[in-house]
Each structure stands twice: as structure tokens, then as C-alpha cells.
DNA sequence: AACGAGGACAACCGCAGAGTT
DNA sequence: AAACTCTGCGGTTGTCCTCGT
């Protein structure tokens, strides 16, 4: 049984928007929010698919979008974490503020692309192009996953029960197979690596720059990183968080020894805890 | 001025995964 | 558990623009 279509087609119009469909879409998004794109074009009295809105509104329209050329550090960024994460777009993106997936894949594609050819590195790999064979081959490919092996055990002391296998696809970069990745956690950070790349949800970066000023200033009081995951459980948390304390979170999973002794080994934006390691896979 | 090649980027398509019934 | 819906992602295509001849 095939799937029905996202939206009647003969009724939809397609190709470059208009400005006033954009019009349309920003104000109706502006009174009534994000979300239900399915429904939304004909609240909106727009003749497009539920998609086409979605993808205009977010790479298009949307208020906080920065416009223009990529800075140089921007450039960097990319290149370090499309290295490190491959034809991941969406989570290279969430590093970008103000770029689009859309926007960072073309320009990847058009600019970023060329200019590691000319550089005579291979794009797809990171690695020279007359470098020859896999990484399992060369003293780089073991340095390669010993890095590969700090990241996932950034700031905490892993027991390692099985190294997984890392294969390189020319497309998609390291791979760890889930199956064969299986940590544990067993005990305090006692790696104390700057890898530079700490990857979180956009809106961290201010807010946790913003916090660790405050925390050093006295301005804020410290809060355990289940509070400032916002997944505080009130019964066991002991942090200053007050709304932590006070609110039966029941919903949460994760109590907050669990989380705070996770602090500092985020990875990806998301908590070790949260993302097991057993079940991360870069691909 | 006309044309073609290549670049830039907006938009589309198909698929996968999560959530719902 | 299965069927279905919705959303988001990544790859690809289409179109417009710029530049060189």
C-alpha cells in the first residue's frame, strides 16, 4: 500500500514563491505559529503543499535567518564539523545560528567543496587526496580513531568493553556501529580535552556563555544540568534551581544524579545520559 | 549584442523515523 | 502489532545570474 500524498497536487502551485504567498505565509505563521503544515496552506489561503510552506518559512522567511556571505570563521566551522559529522546538515546547521541546513549544504556544495580540492584535500574525507587507503591501514587511521574514541568519551572516564568497528565511507565519514559501541560510564571526567567543537542546541551558546558569567560574577546560583536541561526532577534534585525543587516533573525519566554526573560530557547538544553512547551513531 | 558554460541558490522529491490511531 | 500520518532530512533538480568568448 503506497503512501497517499502530502497534498493534491493538481491544486497546488509550484516553483518560485511570490511575494504575496510570502506575504500570506509570514502573517499567517506570525499570528498562529509554526507547525500543522499540512493544514496550514489552506488556513493560509495558499495554493501549496504543506512541505513547500514548511521549507519556504525556514529557509526563506524565517525572521532569524543572517543573510549573506559566510564568514571566515563560519567557513572553518563548517569544515571542522562536516568532518566530524559528514552530510549531517540539519545538526551542522543547529551550530550556525542564522543558517539554514539548506543554505550550509549549498554552500558546501559551491564553495566549501572546491576550495578543499584545491587545497588537494578529499572533501568527502577530509584527508589528502593522494593519500591512499583505508584508515584502518595507517598509524593516522588508529590516531584517527583514538580522537574518534576521546570525543565519545569527552569528559569522562569510559569503560571501554568493546571498541567498535570504524569504517570510512567516502560519503558519509567515520562510522561507528551501533552494535559494536558499547561504554559505560564508570567514573568522574578525567579527560581534559578542548576539542573546540562543543556541540549543542543553538540557543545554548549564549545562554550557556551568559550563565557561566553570571555563575562567576555570583549573579547566578549553580544549577544542576538537569535544571538547565530543562529536565528537572523535584524530588531528587538538590541544585538552587527553586523551580527545579518545587516541580513534580514525573514526566522526566532522568533523575538529576543521573544527569549531573553527566555534566561536561555533552555531546552532540544532548546529554550522555539522554544519548547513550551505545546507541550514537555518526553516519 | 548574442551565446554558452558554469556558478549560486531556491525549491522539489523521496525516504525515514517518530508519533498516533 | 500494524497501518497510517506528519515532519524533517538529505540528495537532486530547475532556474536565474554572471562572466568569458
Not at 491544486?11 to 493544514?39: F, M, P, Q
Not at 501549496?48 to 518559512?57: A, E, M, P, T, V
Not at 550563565?211 to 547566578?220: N, P, V
Not at 534534585?237 to 533523575?255: I, R
Request: glycine fraction near 8%; include cysteine.
Amino acid at each position: 500500500m503506497g503512501r497517499s500524498p502530502c497534498c493534491e497536487k493538481d491544486h497546488t502551485n509550484k516553483g518560485a514563491w511570490t511575494k504575496e504567498e510570502d506575504d500570506k505565509l509570514v502573517s499567517y505563521i506570525k499570528s498562529h505559529g509554526e507547525g500543522c503544515w499540512r493544514s496550514l496552506p489552506r488556513s493560509a489561503g495558499l495554493l501549496r503543499c504543506g512541505k513547500s510552506c514548511r521549507l519556504r518559512w525556514i529557509n526563506y522567511l524565517r525572521p532569524d535567518l543572517k543573510r549573506g556571505n559566510f564568514t571566515l570563521d563560519e567557513d572553518d566551522l563548517i569544515i571542522k564539523l562536516h568532518s566530524l559529522l559528514g552530510n549531517k546538515w540539519s545538526l551542522i546547521a543547529t551550530r550556525l545560528p542564522g543558517r539554514t541546513d539548506n543554505e550550509i549544504k549549498n554552500y558546501w556544495n559551491t564553495h566549501v567543496k572546491r576550495k578543499l580540492l584545491r587545497r588537494g584535500i578529499d572533501p568527502a574525507t577530509h584527508r589528502p587526496i593522494n593519500e591512499t587507503g583505508t584508515p584502518r591501514d595507517s598509524s593516522k587511521a588508529r590516531e584517527t580513531e583514538d580522537s574518534l574514541v576521546k570525543i565519545l568519551s569527552f569528559g569522562s572516564q569510559l569503560e571501554k568493553k568493546e571498541i567498535c568497528g570504524f569504517n570510512r565511507n567516502p560519503q558519509k565519514g567515520l562510522i561507528c556501529k551501533r552494535e559494536r559501541a558499547e561504554y559505560s560510564v564508570v567514573g568522574e571526567r578525567s579527560l581534559d580535552l578542548n576539542l573546540e567543537l562543543r556541540i549543542s542546541p543553538p540557543w545554548q551558546n549564549q545562554q550557556h556563555h551568559d550563565y557561566e558569567t553570571k555563575l562567576r560574577s555570583g549573579r547566578e546560583k549553580s544549577l544542576c544540568t538537569a535544571c538547565r536541561f530543562g529536565l528537572g526532577n523535584g524530588k531528587e534534585c538538590s541544585c538552587d534551581n527553586v523551580k527545579c525543587q518545587t516541580e513534580d516533573s514525573t514526566s522526566s525519566s532522568y533523575t538529576s544524579s543521573d544527569i549531573s554526573s553527566s555534566i561536561g560530557y555533552d555531546f552532540l547538544g544532548v546529554n550522555t545520559r539522554v544519548l547513550d553512547f551505545s546507541i550514537l551513531e555518526i553516519n
